[in-house]
């Protein structure tokens, strides 16, 4: 059964950058899809970036130019490096599996993912 662990989420200060993680076990194989998710209080979930299990990587237009998301197979892990941030990414980010989803040009559908990581708070004051 696959589980994921997100963590390094905190707060900073707009302008500022945070490193977060997604930790992947209970999959025997390197090759799988990882989108970050996020969710603001009174906001609707929505995905912000993905790899796909071909490495490649698909931003939305908000964060396109200052989040940074790549993986590290030997310790299974993808990261999510966020610079310059802004208020409004203030969200708790989550992520998502999917063993199904080789290449991504854009947010691959929900059901498409077979697990969830439980959530990092990042809170971006002004």
């Known amino acids: 059964q696959v589980q994921l662990v997100e963590s390094g989420g905190g707060s900073v200060q707009a302008g500022g950058s945070v490193r977060i993680s997604c930790a992947v076990s209970?999959?025997?194989?390197?090759?799988?899809?990882i989108t970050w998710f996020r969710q603001a209080p009174g906001k609707e979930r929505e995905g912000v970036a993905v790899?796909?299990?071909?490495?490649?990587?698909f931003y939305i237009g908000s964060v396109k130019g200052r989040f940074s998301i790549s993986r590290d197979s030997a310790k299974n892990t993808v990261y999510l490096d966020m610079n310059n941030l802004q208020p409004e990414d203030t969200a708790v980010y989550s992520c998502?599996?999917?063993?199904?989803?080789?290449?991504?040009?854009?947010?691959?559908?929900?059901?498409?993912?077979?697990?969830w990581g439980q959530g990092t708070q990042v809170t971006v004051s002004s």
């Open positions: 790899i796909g299990g071909d490495d490649s990587t």
């Open positions: 209970g999959y025997r194989w390197s090759s799988y899809c």
């Open positions: 998502a599996f999917s063993s199904r989803v080789l290449n991504v040009q854009n947010i691959p559908p929900v059901g498409l993912f077979e697990a």
